[in-house]
């Protein structure tokens, strides 16, 4: 991207996440652990070490934590070329902003929600990033089919995932992680391989394979 689209979606990040902004960085910085060490005791979140996945959760938000406050380093592998802007950083890990954006979902809610049980949405919202997560590496590594042999327990949980955006073809992601179409076979879809695409022809991004 160029640096006024980096900023662009760094600040559509922040606004769409809201309550649940996850720092890029260290996103990034699990996301490559993830990668590197799939399904054993160093996978930041694999289902395969916990009882559920509230479990699960906790333990990727404690190691999130020690990245977002530089309580430790990564292994050299995996630093560097991610995006940073260190006061949408600071600004989206306050409590204050998070709490702001949950007065927001409520008030929202309160006038345009049209049913009681609406409400009970609320929860989600404001916890939309760890959810997120925690449903593409909780299912993602433990139900659907396989088509490769990755050497982990990755699956591709929906041939048709509309759900996740394409993010539980977690098997076909984990054998070419490079690829932006994370469906590989005729009978899978990844709905925002298209959406990718049509950024690169609006010159938007540059993809270095097409």
């Given amino acids: 991207m160029s640096p006024f689209w980096e900023k662009f979606f760094y600040m559509s990040t922040f606004l769409a996440q809201g309550s649940s902004f996850l720092n890029p960085r260290a996103y990034a910085i699990m996301h490559r652990m993830h990668h590197a060490y799939s399904d054993t005791e160093k996978d930041p979140h694999s289902p395969h070490f916990f009882k559920d996945v509230i479990g699960m959760m906790v333990q990727t938000k404690n190691i999130y934590l020690d990245y ?33 954006f949950i007065v927001f979902y ?18 989600i919202h404001f916890l939309m990033g760890p959810i997120h997560g925690a449903v593409v590496n909780w299912c993602g590594h433990k139900y659907g089919y396989s088509n490769y042999d990755n050497h982990d327990h990755s699956k591709n949980t929906l041939p048709l995932d509309f759900l996740m955006l394409g993010e539980l073809f977690q098997n076909n992601h984990h054998k070419k992680p490079n690829n932006v179409n994370f469906a590989l076979k005729w009978y899978e879809f990844d709905p925002s391989y298209p959406i990718i695409k049509l950024m690169h022809h609006l010159r938007i991004i540059r993809l270095r394979k097409v």
């Fill in 106 to 123: 409520i008030a929202f809610y309160i006038q345009f929600a049209e049913y009681w049980w609406m409400f009970l949405l609320l929860p």
């Fill in 68 to 100: 977002v406050r530089f309580k430790i380093e990564p292994e050299p592998a995996f630093r560097d070329n991610y995006p940073t802007w260190p006061l949408i950083d600071r600004i989206g890990d306050l409590w204050i902003t998070r709490s702001l």
